[in-house]
Structures are given as C-alpha cells and as structure tokens.
C-alpha cells in the first residue's frame, strides 16, 4: 500500500529507482545538434521494437500525434477517427492549430471502428468535399476504457486505407497494454501503419516523453516539424534514458496493472447503485457512474481524499486507472472507500 491510493492516471507514476541511476549514468549530448547518445538509442530501440525505420522523441504524445498527422495532411483535409479519440478531444484543438485539418468522427463499439462504416466516411473526390488524407486508430481507447482494437480490425482499417490512398496513423499511448494482454507482438500491431505514437509517461513510468515511430523519411520531416513547436531539447538524454529502462524492463508488468483493474471493477461493480461495464475493462482502467447522484461527486471527493484514494471525474463518470504505483492494497482500499460512501 502506497501512502496515497492515486487511481487518477497512470501518467501518476514517478520514476523508479532504476531510472534516477540511469539519468545519473546517462551519455549526454546536444540532441538539436543530433548528438545526444541516450537520445539516438532510444529513437532507435523504440523504432526496432515498433518494426520501423526511425523513432523521433518528442515531450509528449500529444507532440507526437500531432506530428505525425501534420505530416500526413494538408490544412483543410479531414482526418477519419473515433468519436472519444484523444487526438480529437483530448489535444486542446491542436489539430485544427498546428495540422489545419478537421476530423470525420466515427462512432464505434468499446473504441472499435466498423471498417465499412469507415470506409462509408471516406469523402468521394469532388471539388465541394474535403479531401480525406488519413485514418487513425487509438490503442488501447482511452476513453472507451483502455479497451484493446483487436489485430483483425486493424487490419481491415488498414486495407481500407490503402484501397483509397489515405495514410494510417496509430495512437498508441498504450499500444504497450495492448501488447500484454493479447500477446500480439508489437511489431505485428504496428506494421500496418505508417506511423504510431507511443508513450513513455504512463504505464511504463517514465518522467517524460512519447516516441513516434514510421519511415526515415517521415521521422526527418518530423524533426522539423517537433523544432518548429519548439520541442528541439538539448540534453533530453536524461529523460531518454528513463525511457530505456520502461522499454527493456517494465513492460511485461503491465500484466499486474491488469489483473489489479480487474479486481477494482468487479468489487465496484458489486456496489449499490454502480454502472459498469466489466465488458470495457479490459486492460488497466476503469470507468463506471452512480446514475442519479451526479451532484453529490463534490462530497464523494472529499469523502475519497479522507481516505487516502485519488479517482478523477470526468462530468458525468468516475475514471480509476492502475499502475506501476499502486498494488493490491490500494485496489482494497480504494473498494472500501467506495464501499463505505456507496453503502
Ligand atoms: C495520454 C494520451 C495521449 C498523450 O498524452 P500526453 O499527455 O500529451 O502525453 C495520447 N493519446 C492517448 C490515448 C492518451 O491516453
């Protein structure tokens, strides 16, 4: 048990112990210059472990998915998502700042897009419609529950994409999670896309950072585009190497967070007045909501901070995310805190 049970995100983590030795260790160089050591083996250990050509750091995967779709669109262009993407409602608008493009929702099932109902919103060429430029995937959904889109869907996304030209893009903040609970390589996950976007800041703890992966040619481009939102940084080598130790070691650990998840929604399912679906939880978060009581979440905070367990609301839901910095005991305790405000 941790002295706060902090179920808000897996973004919460601190770095471990393994890491503040790997800053202290790590080759340091000037990165804009393209000479941090730590830097380029992390680009290109990510890359490797993604089946891609080149990786390109960025301070975030809001950075890195925003790169990436500014290098597949041209302002006015219409990029293909999920109606709860966080590259659409999570990002401050910065599709429309940095890319100038506009989004085509599509509503899905638990964040999964039926391929023929993508395909439907591919915009015929005529001179009255945007122009379609790119699909986009989100890896484990986020807001669907850190639900997995299974290996088949991308694939016939990716089919989709090809048949019309259209370039296909992965966000894949926690492609990681993805991995672990299907065993579906990595590489297999990621060889359909032109380019993914991962995250080194939540499940695997690091302080900082995403990486984005896809062609040498497309990470070039990237690098000046990452400049010119002021994202060069000079000795990021120490943030990198936090970021190598996620990859080589934290990975396969994820499972736990898993199994924890588990726990935490069927004991909050149990609860009086819960609504939950067990169907959504399928890797580290929870989402569930007391229909009626949407008023009293104010209370119910404070109520949870008394006992030691952070949650985060989110207007009309209560979101609990597991991670490396919490472990059984806090899932125990974050139940009966539920319990007993519930009860
Ligand atoms: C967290 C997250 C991101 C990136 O978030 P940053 O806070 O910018 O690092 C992107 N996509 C999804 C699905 C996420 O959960």
Redesign the pocket.
């Known amino acids: 048990m941790h002295e706060i049970s902090d179920f808000r995100s897996d973004?919460v983590t601190r770095p471990t112990p393994e890491m503040r030795e790997a800053m202290a260790r790590a080759p340091l160089g000037d990165d804009v210059l393209g000479d941090d050591p730590t830097v380029n083996e992390l680009e290109a250990e990510t890359a490797a472990l993604l089946g891609k050509e080149a990786g390109l750091f960025v301070p975030?995967?809001?950075?890195?998915?925003q790169i990436a779709l500014a290098l597949h669109t041209q302002p006015g262009q219409e990029v293909i998502c999920e109606f709860g993407a966080?590259?659409y409602n999570?990002?401050s608008g910065a599709l429309a700042r940095i890319a100038g493009a506009q989004v085509r929702p599509v509503h899905g099932k638990l964040g999964v897009m039926e391929p023929g109902e993508v395909e439907r919103m591919v915009r015929p060429s005529n001179i009255h419609n945007p122009r379609t430029a790119v699909i986009t995937v989100?890896n484990t959904?986020?807001a669907a529950g850190g639900t997995i889109v299974p290996i088949e869907n991308i694939r016939a996304l990716a089919a989709t994409a090809r048949k019309h030209g259209l370039k296909y893009h992965m966000?894949g903040?926690?492609l990681w999670n993805a991995h672990v609970a299907t065993g579906v390589a990595l590489k297999d996950w990621c060889a359909p896309f032109d380019t993914i976007?991962v995250?080194l800041?939540?499940g695997l703890c690091a302080p900082v950072g995403?990486v984005v992966a896809g062609s040498r040619a497309d990470m070039e481009r990237g690098r000046y585009l990452r400049k010119q939102l002021g994202g060069g940084m000079r000795q990021a080598g120490l943030l990198a190497a936090c970021g190598l130790v996620g990859i080589r070691s934290l990975i396969p650990r994820l499972q736990q967070d898993h199994v924890n998840a588990r726990k935490l929604a069927q004991g909050l399912a149990r609860l009086p007045g819960v609504q939950l679906d067990l169907s959504s939880v399928q890797t580290n978060i929870v989402y569930f909501a007391v229909p009626g009581r949407e008023a009293q979440f104010d209370e119910w905070m404070k109520r949870l901070e008394q006992q030691r367990v952070k949650a985060l609301y989110l207007g009309n839901r209560w979101r609990l995310v597991t991670h490396h910095d919490v472990d059984e005991e806090d899932v125990q305790r974050a139940l009966a805190a539920w319990a007993q405000i519930l009860g």
């Open positions: 973004t975030s995967g809001t950075m890195g998915n966080h590259t999570n990002e989100e959904h986020n966000d903040a926690r976007s995250c800041s939540k995403s």
